[in-house]
Every structure is written in structure tokens, then in C-alpha cells.
């Protein structure tokens, strides 16, 4: 145990942060043309992308052919802590970059990696996911969306929800059913989809909160025809790449949360005062253990999450990392509870700001966090995961 | 940073808990309840392993280990349940002569200490609160030492340490003074859990000679006894933790192995969850009680937050794994015969004791500014 990494890790720190300071796009650049959904490459995106790309610093961890260094995990736990300390992003397009590169670098033939894997690394081409759809949410096996080969080519029809950044994307890392005659898990495959294809409509689902931009679409496919060399890898193997291409980089994804906890959690504590300065002792009371509350939650997290890590490092199992999803997802919605119940009635006011980076209220705020419990596995399911798989507990 | 034990440190984990297993089994706590042990024979054994000087210098006879295997050593007794004077003596008597310097009573004792041949403790609370701010214990100069009037509570084996440093306040701030046990009057509480031993002291004029002052009132004896309640602090946080892992595990084995209406208990989503949430309450409780013994081992300017943030957070844990533990084991969990409410009750001692959680959380609130100090 110690509080800090060894020097050859701070050596990577403060080499990475050299080259950050140079490259970086500035806070005003940003700003000045935010990214307007998670598929969206404004053109600074795409100059940052291009140079990290360049320098090996977009995927530290993979070799230089890919972008990368080779960098161990606790350099790449470094350079994601200070991107994220700089408050850079360090790509507009995180499905893109988290889990479709990946995956069409790991299953994809070298056409597929040159059109859609490297254009996305390098910022040239944004990807958005097809996995939910209306009958098929948590339980994703449930998919129905049909890709019948005929010929050589894919008819497909269906329709996916929740499609985060389709309506900017370039293409679909589309999952679909190939076989409908298998076993649920067994019949699902990958295929890639251009955005332009006939067929192919968008229909975005403007969110409660931020509604001006909405992140989250239907998308519909209607005999939508691909050419056949648009599978990716073989035919029923879309149920590993769902699992394989979701741990890419699974020792990492807490951090994201883990760090966004705790700049909330600042910013909690720096407000708290003023929001305190004309309640009753009484009422200052409650508030102050609720935002004691929530910012122990962030330290919690923050030490789980780091707990998780150094045994991920060493390369042992981290039931942790199974647990920091449910935990910073429901933290970060009590930290923004917390805040905004210390509002009070001035709560109710409505940010200022349109755009999709605004500074959310905490009454907003609370209700974009609803965004973290319910995706990506619902903190029920998160909870029906720890007890089975880590705990053992038999299935209902 | 690296928050995982290091492989040194699992193998002393690994070796503290065999022994424990072997020598602490539930059949003794049991016993300690009720009324037929005091643990005396677990203690020599202890003694043996060097483990009231785990945290005391090589030097001083002790293993030259720091806080984070002392709170290790804390954590696998309050896994078993196990009675003795290691909590008061290692964690609480041991980290304050520490503080003391290189005085030679404070060398001297911890070199007893280390070689098991001295039990001791901390009188520091006064009707139960353990704030330095709270403490009315006077010290008075008299001749060429000091003369201790007051009242102290909650003193772990206040009844029976062979030595007990009282936290006292002079004219120019607290201090502290080390008493020989058996010139105090002690009475001994009658707890739910009698594995851990409490006593109010009554001091009606105790003179204290200047050789026996550890140290002298004024801001570095305020500052010695705060250092060293951070080390008790997160050392029974742990303690806690220990307690609540057990109830978990021995929770989550009676779901698997409870049939009712023809299936295990345990896949029932309702207690599913609920399993999930007190694995989730013990890992996170963990993960804060290491993050503070480590700013303690390294000497962290967090380290008086940390503390507050894990006993907080050992607080909150027990009270989650206690009522949850009970009612998921029925009403076997509500018997005697079983050994379940060994584990309760020593979960239950290990919050209220040194501030509960919600002490902790106003510690916390003076130290980050939401309330005045």
C-alpha cells in the first residue's frame, strides 16, 4: 500500500502533462463549438484526435501501429486522471473510441479496419452503437432487429432506442439477429451500417433535461441493404463481441466516474456555505449531514475504485470493479440531490445556459444522473450481477 | 495510489488469521459472555507472536511495522470477536507514548509493551464523548508534578491496564500523565458486549510525580493525543469492519444453504439486493479504513479527515450489516445458541466507541468548513 506510484510512473506523469499543456485545445476553443451529442466531431475533435492519435497518446495502452505506447495499466490510470483533470475530453465520440475501434480492430478483416476502425482513432469518422431496442433493454439477447443474408448482401429491418449520438454518427456498429432459428444468444451478429443508407431513419428522443440537444435516438431500419463483407468477424458471434468489446478497457471505465464524483463533490462543499448561511441551526443541521453525506460517498468511491485497481494491476481478480457502477452512479444522484434539497426553492430555476455543456443546476443535475443508474445495466441489474457473480447467489 | 496489501503485508494478514481461527474460535467470545473466560490465554499467545509491538519500533524491541499492519492486526480480531487488551494497549497507549518523543518513560514503556510485559490505555472521554474541546479533567501543579481531579468514562480495560495515560487539562492545555492502574478507582460497565472492556475512572486527587508525566500540558500534548486518536480511531474503524465482514459472510452462506418453499433463500431477488447493498456497505468500508491507515503510515495531511471519514463510514456499515445480518438469518439469528450476536453486539460497541458516525460527519463538517470549528 501507498499514496502515491513509483517514480518511473510520475516520470510517464509529468511527460504526458508536457505534452498536454502544448496540444491541448483550449477551454475557449471548446466552448465556442461544444460537442452536441456523443457522435459529434466538431472541428476541434478532430484536430485532437488526429494529434493525439499521432503522438501515441490516444490509447496508451495499445501498441504504436494502433495509436498507443504500450503504456501498463498504471500509466494509463495516470494519463486518464490528468486528461480528466485538465477537463479535456478525450474524445467526442467514447463509443466510438471505447468500443467499436476495438472491437472491429479485434474481429474485423483489414478493410474494416482501415475504413471505420482507423478513420475513427484518427477523428475522421464518428460510430454510434446499436444494441437496445424497445423489447430488448437490459436483456440485450432479446434483440430482434434482422439482418436476413441474401446473396451477398444484408436486408435488414428493425429498429433500435437509446441509440446514443446516431443523429450524428457516421455509421451503426449495428447488432442484429442473423439466425433467427438459434438460441437467443447464439443468433447475433455484427454489422456495420452507413448512416446515409436508404432506410436508414433517425428519430431523435430529446432528453427531460438538456432537450435542445438530445443524445439518445430511435433509429428504424427498413430494408436497409449492406453488402455481405460488411459482417464483422463470423456469423453468430455478435453475443462475445457484446461482452468483449463492453471490457475493453474494463479496468479503467470506474475512473471516469470516480473522478467526476469527486469534482462534483468540490463544488458541493465550495457552494455548501452560501446555501447554509440562512437556514436555522436546526435545518443547517440536516443539510450539513447530507452534504457530509454525499462527499464521503465520493471518497468512498474514490477509494474502492482505486482498491479495485491495484489488484486489477497486479493482475488478480477485483470484485470492486464490479460494484463502482452501481456505487458511482447512485452516489453522483445523491450528490446532486443533496445540493439541490440545499437550494431549496431557488433550486426550481432552470440554468441560464442552452447548449449541451451547460453548468447544469443541481435539480438538473439530478436528473441527468438518472441517466447513469438506468443505462448501461440499471442499478438493478447491477445489483441481480454483484449477488450472482461475485456473491455466488443462486439464480431466481 | 495503491490501496491493496502489499505481499508482505497479505502474508501477516494471512498469518494473524490462521492463528485466530485456531485460537479464537466463537467458543470463546462465548465464553467471555458468559462469564467463564477472560480471554488471558489468547493474550499470551499475542505476546508470543510479537504482535502488541507490531507498530513499535525495531529499536524499542517492537517489529517496526506502521499503521497499516497494526489496523490489519485490529481488523482479523474484530473478525473473531476476540477479547484481550490489544485495542487499548497497541492502538490506543502504544500510538500516544509515540507521540511523546523520545522521552524515556515513553521508550521505556513501549519497550514493555512490545515485549508484552505491560498492558495500558487511554482516558481521554468524558461522559462519553471523545473531543478534546469536552475534556474538564483538571491537572494542577503540586510540587514538583501535577495533581489529576476528574471524571473519565468509556475507558477500554480502564478496570484492569496495568498503565493509563489520562488526558488532562492544566493551565496552559491538556496533557498527559501516566497513571499506574491500580491507584485509580475504577468501575467496571456492565456491557452487551463484555469482549471489550469499559470502566469510568473517578480521579479525586491523583498526584502524578514529574518522572511519570508523558507530556506536559500545552499545544503539543493537544496535538500528540489528536495524532493519536486518529491511529485508535481508525484502528477500531477497522475493528468494525472486521466484525461486519463476518456477519456478510456468515449472511450470505445461510441465503445459500435456507431452503424455503424449495429453493435457497438466496434467489429471492429481494434478499439478493439487499446482499448486494451490505457487500457493497463492507467493501467500501474497507477501501476508506485502509485509505486511512495509509495517510496515518505516511503521515498525510489528510490523515485526521480520513480518520473521520472511515469510523464515519465503519459506523454506517455496521448499522446496515447488523439489522440487515439479523433479519436475513430469521429467527435463528435471534437465539442465543447461535453465535451470530457475538458479531452484533461487537459491531455495535465498534461504532458508538471513539465518536459514532455521526460525530464523525460533524467532525467532518467543522474540518471542511460547512460548520464553525
Redesign the interface.
Known amino acids: 500500500m501507498r499514496l502515491s506510484f513509483d517514480a518511473a510512473v510520475e516520470d510517464f506523469r509529468r511527460e504526458f502533462l508536457a505534452w498536454l499543456a502544448e496540444h491541448r485545445p483550449s477551454a475557449a476553443e471548446m466552448a465556442a463549438d461544444p460537442a452536441r451529442s456523443s457522435a459529434h466531431l466538431p472541428d476541434w475533435s478532430r484536430r485532437w484526435a488526429r494529434q493525439l492519435f499521432d503522438a501515441g497518446w490516444l490509447v496508451p495502452g495499445w501498441p504504436p501501429e494502433r495509436g498507443g505506447r504500450n503504456a501498463g495499466p498504471v500509466e494509463q490510470l495516470v494519463y486518464l486522471e490528468e486528461l480528466m483533470r485538465a477537463g479535456v475530453p478525450r474524445t467526442t465520440n467514447p463509443q466510438g473510441l471505447g468500443i467499436i475501434a476495438p472491437s472491429i480492430l479485434d474481429y474485423g478483416n483489414a478493410d474494416q479496419v482501415r475504413d471505420y476502425a482507423l478513420p475513427i482513432l484518427r477523428g475522421e469518422k464518428a460510430g454510434c452503437l446499436g444494441m437496445s431496442e424497445p423489447g430488448a433493454g437490459s436483456d440485450l439477447a432479446a434483440l430482434a432487429t434482422r439482418a436476413e443474408l441474401r446473396g451477398d448482401r444484408f436486408v435488414i429491418d428493425g429498429q433500435k432506442v437509446w441509440t446514443s449520438g446516431a443523429n450524428y454518427a457516421d455509421f451503426c456498429f449495428l447488432f442484429c439477429r442473423t439466425d433467427p432459428a438459434a438460441p437467443k444468444h447464439r443468433g447475433i451478429s455484427v454489422v456495420l451500417v452507413e448512416m446515409d443508407r436508404p432506410g436508414v431513419q433517425v428519430k431523435p428522443l430529446p432528453e427531460i433535461v438538456g432537450r435542445h440537444d438530445p443524445d439518445l435516438n430511435e433509429v428504424f431500419f427498413t430494408g436497409v441493404e449492406v453488402p455481405a463483407s460488411q459482417l464483422v468477424g463470423q456469423l453468430g458471434n455478435g453475443w462475445a463481441m457484446a461482452n468483449g468489446s463492453l471490457a475493453h478497457e474494463r479496468g479503467m471505465v470506474w475512473l471516469d466516474g470516480v473522478m467526476g464524483l469527486q469534482a462534483n463533490a468540490g463544488r458541493l462543499i465550495a457552494d455548501a456555505p452560501h446555501w447554509l448561511e440562512n437556514l436555522g441551526a436546526t435545518e443547517r443541521a440536516v443539510h450539513v449531514d447530507a452534504v457530509v453525506r454525499a462527499y464521503a460517498d465520493a471518497q468512498a468511491a474514490r477509494c474502492l475504485g482505486y482498491r479495485g485497481f491495484a489488484k486489477f494491476a497486479r493482475g488478480g481478480s477485483a470484485p470492486e470493479q464490479a460494484l463502482m457502477k452501481l456505487m458511482s452512479s447512485e452516489a453522483r444522484q445523491g450528490l446532486a440531490l443533496a445540493g439541490a434539497e440545499l437550494q431549496g426553492a431557488r433550486g426550481l430555476d432552470a440554468s441560464p445556459q442552452l447548449g449541451p455543456f451547460p453548468g447544469w443546476t443541481p435539480l438538473e443535475q439530478y436528473f441527468v444522473t438518472f441517466g447513469g443508474t438506468i443505462s448501461a445495466g440499471s442499478s438493478e441489474i447491477q445489483r441481480n450481477i454483484i449477488a450472482e457473480k461475485v456473491l455466488g447467489l443462486p439464480r431466481g | 495510489?495503491?490501496?491493496?496489501?502489499?505481499e508482505e503485508?497479505s502474508e501477516l494478514r494471512d498469518g494473524v488469521r490462521r492463528v485466530l481461527e485456531e485460537q479464537c474460535p466463537p467458543a470463546l467470545p462465548r465464553a467471555v459472555h458468559e462469564g467463564d473466560e477472560t480471554g488471558a490465554a489468547l493474550w499470551r499467545q499475542m505476546v508470543a507472536l510479537a504482535w502488541p509491538g507490531v507498530a513499535i519500533a525495531e529499536a524499542q524491541g517492537g517489529l517496526g511495522l506502521g499503521a497499516?499492519e497494526l489496523c490489519l492486526v485490529a481488523e482479523e480480531l474484530g473478525r473473531e470477536v476476540a477479547p484481550g487488551p490489544f485495542l487499548a494497549t497497541a492502538t490506543q497507549l502504544a500510538p500516544l507514548l509515540q507521540e511523546a518523543g523520545s522521552s524515556a518513560l515513553a521508550s521505556e514503556r513501549l519497550g514493555r509493551i512490545a515485549a508484552g510485559a505491560l498492558t495500558g490505555t487511554v482516558a481521554l472521554a468524558e461522559q462519553d464523548r471523545w473531543e478534546l474541546g469536552r475534556i474538564a479533567c483538571e491537572a494542577r501543579r503540586e510540587g514538583g508534578g501535577f495533581r489529576l481531579t476528574g471524571h473519565k468514562t468509556g475507558v477500554f480495560d480502564g478496570a484492569t491496564a496495568d498503565e493509563i495515560a489520562v488526558v488532562a487539562r492544566g493551565d496552559e492545555g491538556l496533557g498527559v500523565f501516566l497513571v499506574p492502574g491500580d491507584e485509580l478507582k475504577a468501575k467496571p460497565r456492565r456491557l452487551l458486549d463484555p469482549t471489550l472492556a469499559l470502566a469510568d475512572l473517578t480521579l479525586d486527587g491523583v498526584d502524578v510525580p514529574a518522572e511519570r508525566v508523558v507530556i506536559a500540558p500545552g499545544p503539543a500534548a493537544e496535538r500528540a493525543v489528536s495524532r493519536a486518536l486518529e491511529v485508535a480511531t481508525v484502528a477500531l474503524a477497522l475493528a468494525t469492519v472486521g466484525a461486519c465482514r463476518r456477519i456478510f459472510e456468515q449472511t450470505?452462506e445461510y441465503?445459500?444453504v435456507r431452503r424455503q418453499y424449495e429453493?435457497?433463500i438466496?434467489?429471492?431477488?429481494a434478499?439478493?439486493?439487499r446482499?448486494?447493498?451490505m457487500?457493497?456497505a463492507v467493501?467500501?468500508?474497507?477501501?476508506?479504513g485502509?485509505?486511512a491507515?495509509?495517510?496515518l503510515?505516511?503521515d498525510?495531511p489528510r490523515r485526521a479527515e480520513a480518520a473521520s471519514?472511515a469510523k464515519?463510514?465503519a459506523g454506517d456499515c455496521q448499522r446496515l450489516l447488523v439489522g440487515e445480518g439479523l433479519q436475513l438469518h430469521g429467527g435463528i439469528g435471534f437465539t442465543w445458541e447461535h453465535d451470530l450476536h457475538l458479531w452484533l453486539m461487537r459491531a455495535k460497541a465498534g461504532d458508538a466507541l471513539l465518536g459514532g458516525a455521526?460525530e464523525h460527519?460533524a467532525r467532518?463538517?467543522r474540518q471542511?468548513?460547512?460548520?464553525a470549528a
Not at chain 2, 1 to 6: A, T
Open positions: 495510489m495503491d490501496l491493496e496489501l502489499s503485508q497499516v450470505l441465503a445459500k429453493r435457497p438466496g434467489s429471492f431477488q434478499l439478493k439486493h446482499l448486494a447493498d457487500y457493497l467493501e467500501r468500508a474497507t477501501a476508506l485502509y485509505f491507515a495509509l495517510t503510515a505516511e498525510d471519514l464515519a463510514e455521526t460527519r467532518l463538517a471542511l468548513g460547512l460548520v
